[in-house]
């Protein structure tokens, strides 16, 4: 089983709002990440955890904030968004160590529409 | 640091001919190599991937494709696509760390 599900499928904000983002996994992966891919782009990494802390945050503005509350489940806070925000955010996992050679499993992702 | 080439943004192919997906990297390092493929208002699904071992790797839905470590290429191949093929095909690099280095995807579009 290589699944990885996120929750909502679809998801409107308003600029002041808050809402979460979940992604979900059971294949004992110890990585979890968050890219934001906009339309006709490659996905651009967010965030990594490893063993549940955070290893990678690549300059992200904190308006996302990620919780990573056990080694399944991996939350993405949405607060105070802009429109250019918009876009689908994926989350992947994978294994962690040498052998595992990293390979990265995706959700289905939670497309964002910012008014 | 390493980087993915791909050198083509789109690629029309009638249905049942062949097809080629170029993809070129650089890295400093020894490297990990992937394709992925979307499908329209969908995720990542893995294809194929060369972690070590033999240079031709055989993937999901008929794809394979050949590591050339000379020529630092990857290229994607099938020999016979179908409409169902049509999708955005990534090229991805690791050297480990986490980090994967996506190219700027390559549209596949069968035409019937």
């Known amino acids: 089983d290589t699944e990885v599900t996120q929750t909502p499928k679809h998801l409107v904000m308003g600029m002041t709002n808050k809402k979460s983002l979940k992604c979900e996994q059971h294949?004992?992966?110890?990585?979890m990440y968050w890219y934001k891919q906009k339309a006709k782009k490659p996905p651009e990494l967010m965030f990594v955890?490893?063993?549940?802390?955070?290893?990678i945050n690549e300059s992200v503005p904190s308006r996302f904030s990620p919780e990573c509350p056990n080694s399944s489940l991996l939350n993405l806070h949405l607060h105070a968004l802009q429109p250019e925000d918009s876009a689908l955010y994926l989350c992947?996992?994978?294994?962690?160590?040498?052998?595992?050679?990293?390979?990265?499993?995706f959700g289905p992702g939670t497309r964002l529409l910012v008014l | 640091a390493q980087s993915v080439t791909q050198l083509d943004s789109q690629v029309p192919v009638f249905e049942e001919a062949p097809v080629e997906l170029r993809c070129n990297y650089s890295?400093?390092?020894?490297?990990?190599l992937f394709w992925y493929v979307q499908y329209p208002n969908q995720g990542l699904q893995l294809l194929l991937k060369?972690?070590?071992?033999?240079?031709l790797v055989k993937g999901i839905n008929g794809f394979e494709a050949e590591f050339n470590k000379s020529q630092t290429s990857f290229h994607l191949r099938k020999p016979s696509v179908h409409i169902s093929d049509t999708a955005e095909y990534f090229c991805?690099?690791?050297?480990?760390?986490?980090?994967?280095?996506f190219g700027i995807g390559t549209k596949l579009q069968v035409i019937p």
């Open positions: 992947a996992s994978s294994q962690v160590g040498r052998e595992a050679k990293e390979t990265q499993y």
């Open positions: 294949m004992g992966h110890r990585a």
């Open positions: 955890y490893s063993y549940e802390k955070l290893s």
């Open positions: 890295s400093s390092v020894s490297v990990y």
């Open positions: 060369y972690l070590s071992g033999s240079t």
């Open positions: 991805a690099v690791s050297s480990g760390f986490q980090k994967v280095t």
